[in-house]
T-cell receptor, first 113, second 112 residues
Framework: GAGVSQTPSNKVTEKGKYVELRCDPI?????LYWYRQSLGQGPEFLIY????????DSGLPNDRFFAVRPEGSVSTLKIQRTERGDSAVYLC???????????FGPGTRLTVT | TQLLEQSPQFLSIQEGENLTVYCNSS?????LQWYRQEPGEGPVLLVT?????EVKKLKRLTFQFGDARKDSSLHITAAQPGDTGLYLC????????????FGPGTSLSVIP
């Protein structure tokens, strides 16, 4: 079956612009996670959804970052007024339930120039 | 703040050698996972360990969870070039089960 997909695979934007990153989880998975991975580091937790609601958003670095999952399936990570420090690979993962065995997508590489 | 440390950061070995990588924390985790990540891809789960002292084997890979559930090790026997990748440990805290903390990873290169 299809795995987690993320689009776009690469995004280059200018400082100050707005970007949206999309995640399509595995069908039927209720839990969805967003992570950010900088070069040479492990993934850093951003936000976790259970169904449509954000169960834990404590990893979002500031109010420029926001994520939604309106129908409990596809999720969008939104970044306003991008900064060069936002450059990283943004990973999405989904899980069948809260047992946290997560299946990761290939990531979106965001570059802010 | 819970932190996971991994050592070594980088490891380059010849095919056929054995190796061990370590994952350590001062915090107790309810469970710990090991992932392998290849360039341009997301991490792929290898194993989950839950019980202190637990040992799990996956072909040539042996995983151990420390008795106090603060540390773990991954041992690879007779490494092969296909084992090359970034090995990440990740832990779930006892208080925030859904929030997984990743270590920085060990980058392994197995030379044919």
């Amino acid at each position: 079956g299809a795995g987690v997909s993320q689009t776009p695979s690469n995004k280059v934007t200018e400082k100050g612009k707005y970007v949206e990153l999309r995640c399509d989880p595995i069908s039927g998975h209720t839990a969805l996670y967003w992570y950010r991975q900088s070069l040479g580091q492990g993934p850093e937790f951003l936000i976790y959804f259970q169904g449509t609601g954000a169960a834990d958003d404590s990893g979002l670095p500031n109010d420029r970052f926001f994520a939604v999952r309106p129908e409990g399936s596809v999720s969008t990570l939104k970044i306003q007024r991008t900064e060069r420090g936002d450059s990283a690979v943004y990973l999405c993962a989904s899980s069948p339930d809260r047992n946290y065995e997560q299946y990761f997508g290939p990531g979106t590489r965001l570059t802010v120039t | 703040t819970q932190l996971l440390e991994q050592s070594p950061q980088f490891l380059s070995i010849q095919e056929g050698e054995n190796l061990t990588v370590y994952c350590n924390s001062s915090s107790v985790f309810s469970s710990l996972q090991w992932y392998r990540q290849e360039p341009g891809e997301g991490p792929v789960l290898l194993v989950t360990v839950v019980t202190g002292g637990e040992v799990k084997k996956l072909k040539r890979l042996t995983f151990q969870f420390g008795d106090a559930r603060k540390d773990s090790s991954l041992h690879i026997t007779a490494a092969q070039p296909g084992d090359t990748g970034l090995y990440l440990c990740a832990g779930a805290s006892e208080t925030s089960y859904d929030k997984v903390i990743f270590g920085p990873g060990t980058s392994l290169s197995v030379i044919p």
